[in-house]
């Protein structure tokens, strides 16, 4: 009979040391895993962009910290708004901007891009790619 009574006391306590436990705070990602807003620069080297197929290439530190080598199609994340060129899922720009040239430095990813604007006429805008691309652990992504 004890042991009954005892097993409902014993329960009660555990609940109610419970409720008062901190609770530990955590973080859905890390600097590594995704940069906040683009910013792939920051953690990824050797980046370039294959004029051809519109692809761009860069080697990016996974959240553990390895080099991870990642290819992302332009045209999946940028688009031609009347002739300038923005972030856009699905974008698709490449068919209406012809000439493009890619700068890249250490820190800075920029094309520009010669696109027709919705009158036909060439129009020279420019993009920076960091503000578009994260490094998603290791992986080139866009919002």
Known sequence: MKTT??????????????????????????????????????????????????????????????????SISLNVCIANANGQLVARFNGGFSASCPGLTFIGTGTTATLIGQCHNDGGTVVTSSIDLNAVFTNNNGLLTCP
């Open 5 to 70: 009574l005892l097993s409902p006391i014993v329960f009660a306590l555990c609940v109610f040391s419970a409720l008062g436990a901190p609770v530990e705070e955590t973080t859905p990602t890390t600097n590594l895993e995704r940069a906040a807003d683009g910013g792939f620069v920051a953690t990824c080297t050797n980046t370039s962009v294959n004029i051809s197929n519109v692809v761009l290439t860069t080697t990016c530190r996974n959240n553990v910290g390895a080099l991870v080598t990642s």
